[in-house]
């Protein structure tokens, strides 16, 4: 069965970081492609990053210069560095992940909070 779990939101203040971590457990699970979206209260769900197969990645304007995506594959985990934090940033962090044959696979999200 797989799963992917997330880890790493909390509490920080305004200008401070955090690294988000999303890794794939099940062992026939591979990051083919996959998105960072977030949801803030009363918000609808948004894409702030994303990568493709082709190894690109893309960024939302509203965090681009701030926030990184990137992979490690040895430890099928991928990340989002996330510097510079606004209270704007605050919201439910979610990783989506597509394996090539096993389709797309949502985690259970982790809580990110940026007091002023």
């Known amino acids: 069965q797989v799963q992917l779990v997330e880890s790493g939101g909390g509490l920080v203040q305004a200008g401070g970081s955090l690294r988000l971590s999303c890794t794939a457990s099940?062992?026939?699970?591979?990051?083919?492609?996959a998105g960072w979206y977030r949801q803030a209260p009363g918000k609808q769900r948004e894409l702030v990053a994303s990568?493709?197969?082709?190894?690109?990645?893309n960024y939302a304007d509203s965090v681009k210069g701030r926030f990184t995506m990137f992979k490690d594959n040895t430890k099928n985990t991928v990340y989002l560095q996330i510097n510079s934090l606004k209270p704007e940033d605050t919201a439910v962090y979610y990783c989506?992940?597509?394996?090539?044959?096993?389709?797309?696979?949502w985690g259970q999200g982790t809580q990110v909070t940026v007091a002023s």
């Open positions: 989506n992940g597509v394996d090539a044959r096993l389709g797309p696979y």
């Open positions: 099940g062992s026939i699970f591979r990051f083919n492609a």
């Open positions: 990568t493709t197969s082709g190894g690109s990645t």
